[in-house]
């Protein structure tokens, strides 16, 4: 009887044993071909921004000065007092390029001091904001003005030192679309007179894109 209580356990052990080997070495199922698709999406442009073209350029077309004190301008050199030159002309040349980017905004105009090549002193920037102390409003010593111009409009009274709405830009002013560009040119009014006898000047102006609210 003992013999046969151990031939039982050792047979429901040995199933045991069997159900156990045969779950754990089940194989894995084999994985399905699966398939996928990749969506593209675009944004509303948030970034507004301004390119100029080209990145320099020179002044030509100069008038005005004094011959009988040999300072008259010739046509790419500026003479006193209070000549003037040209990058483009109101009449149809308008050579500065200024495109817009991002969403709808303005666009502002700045200009800067006048920097010699050599030594000081600099020729500051007169306009509205800023008298000019030369004859008739004209800039007086070691004073410029610098104006824009576009295509349909006057020229602009004088750019200032900080950023200001460019009127020239369009037909709505400064307002600005995506993708939107513009055409623009320059006149320089020189200086009564200078304080620095430097050849070569460098002048700046920047334009800047911001949102419509301001």
Known sequence: ???????????????????????????????SNGASIAISLKTVPTIRS????????????????DSSLDTASTSTELGYPNGHCWDGNPGGSF?????????PGKVYVSGSNAVPATGSPQWSLCNPAAACTGPEGQPGANQYMVKNFGTGRN????????????????????????????????ELIGPESSGNTSPSWTITITWAAGPLGT
């Not at 151990?6 to 194989?27: A, K, Q, S």
């Not at 301004?50 to 000065?65: D, E, K, M």
């Not at 050579?95 to 969403?103: E, Q």
Request: hydrophobic share 40%; proline share 7%.
């Open 1 to 31: 009887m003992a013999a046969r209580n151990w031939w039982i356990i050792f047979i429901v052990v040995l199933g045991l044993i069997l159900v156990f080997l045969l779950f754990t070495n089940r194989p894995a199922p084999a994985a």
């Open 50 to 65: 301004i390119t100029v073209s080209p990145s320099t350029t020179s002044f030509s077309n100069c008038t005005g000065g």
């Open 95 to 103: 050579p500065i390029k200024i495109k817009y980017s991002g969403p």
């Open 155 to 186: 020229i602009s009274t004088g750019l200032t030192g900080t950023l200001a709405c460019d009127e020239e830009f369009g037909a709505q002013g400064c307002s600005a679309t995506p993708g939107q560009s513009q055409t623009e040119g320059v």
